[in-house]
């Protein structure tokens, strides 16, 4: 089973604060990619990695940055939260089956800036 | 133009019918096509993929592509309820890996 983590359901943040989300997936998966989705305007891509310590810019990167230290796992961070920033994170990472990449999703982390 | 388009609904069918959902893509490029159903308030969980022309069936589910068209469906059949949801249709080029995720049909199934 393929499982894909978040290290908070919600969060509550100020603006200008620092934020952290992270995402662990227990499968090997080589692709990990994160997400906001708001109402209206579905998933956008934020940032995505092939490989350890590798990131590309998804469609909307800016106030954001990556890390992916460990193939397991790729942390989000919010240099300076925004209240723009309010929305639903997704975390996913992508599996070959039968050389055709799938994508699995952790559960979000909804979050919240004041 | 969008890479990937659904029709928002609401799209609302009584418990026991057929619910129909579509979705087309711009790139003809486009290899591998997903349909993720969505709870509210929780993540997208994958119910179906289709990878070539014509139909593909799981249970109450069937996908269809029609590449030339540039077309992908998913049909739900004897619809229950717990189909209440949000259905999001993704493409994977294969270039770059990246999935391209339409803005989802909201059904509701009516008891």
């Known amino acids: 089973d393929v499982k894909v983590t978040q290290s908070s359901r919600y969060l509550v943040k100020r603006t200008g604060e620092k934020v952290f989300l992270e995402c662990v997936q227990d499968?090997?998966?080589?692709?990990m990619f994160w997400y906001r989705q708001d109402p209206g305007l579905g998933l956008r891509l934020i940032y995505f990695s092939y490989d350890v310590k590798m990131k590309e810019k998804g469609d909307i990167p800016e106030g954001y940055s990556v890390s992916r230290e460990k193939k397991e796992r790729f942390s989000l961070i919010l240099e300076s939260a925004s209240t723009n920033q309010t929305s639903m994170y997704l975390c996913?990472?992508?599996?070959?089956?039968?050389?055709?990449?799938?994508?699995?999703f952790g559960p979000g982390t909804r979050l919240l800036v004041l | 133009q969008k890479e990937v388009e659904q029709n928002s609904g609401p799209l609302s069918v009584p418990e026991g019918a057929i619910a129909s959902l579509n979705c087309t893509y711009s790139?003809?490029?486009?290899?591998?096509f997903f349909w993720y159903r969505q709870y509210s308030g929780k993540s997208p969980e994958l119910i179906m993929s289709?990878?070539?022309?014509g139909d593909k069936e799981d249970g109450r589910f069937t996908a269809q592509l029609n590449k030339a068209s540039q077309y992908v469906s998913l049909l739900i059949r004897d619809s229950q309820p717990s189909d209440s949801a949000t259905y999001l249709c993704a493409v994977n080029k294969h270039t770059g890996n990246q999935f391209y995720f339409g803005t989802g049909t909201s059904l509701t199934v009516i008891p």
């Open positions: 996913a990472s992508s599996l070959p089956l039968a050389g055709v990449e799938t994508q699995y």
């Open positions: 289709i990878y070539s022309n």
């Open positions: 499968m090997d998966h080589e692709n």
């Open positions: 790139d003809r490029g486009s290899q591998s």
